[in-house]
């Protein structure tokens, strides 16, 4: 989904009347970038940066990622992905499990198990049943493919640790938040809750 930077704006316009505690976060950063940026990655490329990102700090994700791609030749490609030797993955930091799961999903792409390429054409919940299907694919990857690849605007990703922390933090709560409660929190924000956790994340940066 392609959403212009003027509509953007209205949408987060919205959200500061809907909660006025976005207010500080929203005026120290830029206009939030979700469905706004084509993504240069195909979706499998997406997916498997995902899955690399899974419970690590992006820095570590990103160094790991760049040398995935230096392995698979230039470019990660399901046929490529298939073919490497699981000691070669974790050569490059990727974990057994972790590699377990990319390999899966480069077979799952091979026989049409997955419709990778056409991913854009379904909905969240077919998406989201698809891919976790997938031995070691979990509701986080799925949020994240849908926010950053697809553009998705109402994701709510509530099983990530940063969101319930930036939303803490913007509300200066003392105690941690459970996700089902911030799950509740998060309806008055539909059908844009993909940006408020854009915010969240934001305000985690902001020191």
């Not at 470019?75 to 972790?98: F, M």
């Not at 990319?102 to 792409?109: D, E, S």
């Amino acid at each position: 989904m392609s959403i212009s930077a003027t509509r953007m704006k209205r949408v987060v316009s919205e959200i500061r009347a809907t909660d006025p505690k976005f207010a500080p976060i929203i005026d120290a950063h830029p206009l939030c970038t979700i469905g706004r940026n084509d993504s240069k990655e195909s979706h499998f490329e997406s997916l498997v940066s995902a899955i690399i990102s899974q419970q690590l700090a992006m820095k570590a994700a990103d160094t790991i990622h760049g040398r995935l791609i230096a392995l698979s030749g230039g470019k990660i490609t399901p046929a490529r992905i298939v073919k490497l030797r699981q000691e070669d993955l974790r050569g490059v930091g990727v974990s057994g499990a972790k590699a377990k799961t990319i390999q899966g999903l480069g077979r799952a792409a091979l026989n049409g198990e997955v419709a990778v390429n056409e991913l854009h054409l379904v909905d969240d919940e077919t998406i989201a049943k698809q891919l976790t299907s997938l031995w070691g694919i979990g509701p986080w990857t799925v949020d994240m493919f849908l926010m950053f690849q697809l553009g998705r605007l109402d994701i709510w990703p509530i099983g990530d640790l940063g969101v319930r922390r930036g939303w803490e933090k913007i509300h200066r709560l003392k105690e941690e938040i459970e996700p089902r409660k911030l799950q509740l929190r998060g309806e008055k924000f539909r059908p844009h809750r993909s940006i408020v956790a854009w915010y969240c994340w934001r305000a985690i940066e902001n020191k």
